[in-house]
T-cell receptor, first 119, second 108 residues
Framework: GAVVSQHPSRVICKSGTSVKIECRSL??????MFWYRQFPKQSLMLMAT?????????EQGVEKDKFLINHASLTLSTLTVTSAHPEDSSFYIC???????????????FGNGTRLTVT | DAKTTQPNSMESNEEEPVHLPCNHS???????IHWYRQLPSQGPEYVIH???SNVNNRMASLAIAEDRKSSTLILHRATLRDAAVYYC?????????FGKGTKLSVKP
């Protein structure tokens, strides 16, 4: 089945530094990938939609200059948390849909998430 | 706004069927109904999806009401590994907006 690999699974960084999270579709191509954030005991919140070869679309309230998204190829999207602060500590999850399947009906494939802790 | 309503939690006994309800009374004609589940500290896992007809796969069955305002995810024989948060999602724009889901506990 379709696999989305997310790396790293866990990262601890100091306040003020930047962290890059990678999301790869291993056996399919994805023109669109989605980035979610999940705080403890809460549901997933969509942060942005990453489009291959173009700018990402951010949800309301998500700072595009703080959460930089790059989708340079059909199998890789990256999320960079810039100047991270403790309140950015969260579980970040990416997902992707097979480009060869229907946009509205095909399932999303999720990575296993990245636990970010900012000290 | 997730636009679906699910019970916060449900309990089941191992090896018994589980019926997880979802209300989506404002669903539009082009919205699919998707179900995902999430185990602790993992990304969500696709379970099943459908538009109008009932659907079956190796994991579960999805029963969709005739007016499409509600649906039920059916796990035919719950196992301990089915304990997770189950999300019912309306999808029509490519992305999926998650609600709070139903936390399913399975008792041995």
């Amino acid at each position: 089945g379709a696999v989305v690999s997310q790396h790293p699974s866990r990262v601890i960084c100091k306040s003020g530094t930047s962290v890059k999270i990678e999301c790869r579709s291993l056996d399919f191509q994805a023109t669109t990938m989605f980035w979610y954030r999940q705080f403890p005991k809460q549901s997933l919140m969509l942060m942005a939609t990453s489009n291959e070869g173009s700018k990402a679309t951010y949800e309301q309230g998500v700072e595009k200059d703080k959460f930089l998204i790059n989708h340079a190829s059909l199998t890789l999207s990256t999320l960079t948390v810039t100047s991270a602060h403790p309140e950015d500590s969260s579980f970040y999850i990416c997902s992707a849909r097979d480009a060869e399947q229907g946009v509205y009906s095909s399932p999303l494939h999720f990575g296993n998430g990245t636990r970010l802790t900012v000290t | 706004d997730a636009k679906t309503t699910q019970p916060n939690s449900m309990e089941s006994n191992e090896e018994e069927p589980v019926h997880l309800p979802c209300n989506h009374s404002t669903i539009s004609g082009t919205d699919y109904i998707h179900w995902y589940r999430q185990l602790p500290s993992q990304g969500p896992e696709y379970v099943i999806h459908g538009l109008t007809s009932n659907v079956n796969n190796r994991m579960a069955s999805l029963a969709i009401a005739e007016d499409r305002k509600s649906s039920t995810l059916i796990l035919h024989r719950a196992t301990l590994r089915d304990a997770a948060v189950y999300y019912c999602i309306r999808g029509s724009q490519g992305n999926l907006i998650f609600g709070k889901g139903t936390k399913l506990s399975v008792k041995p």
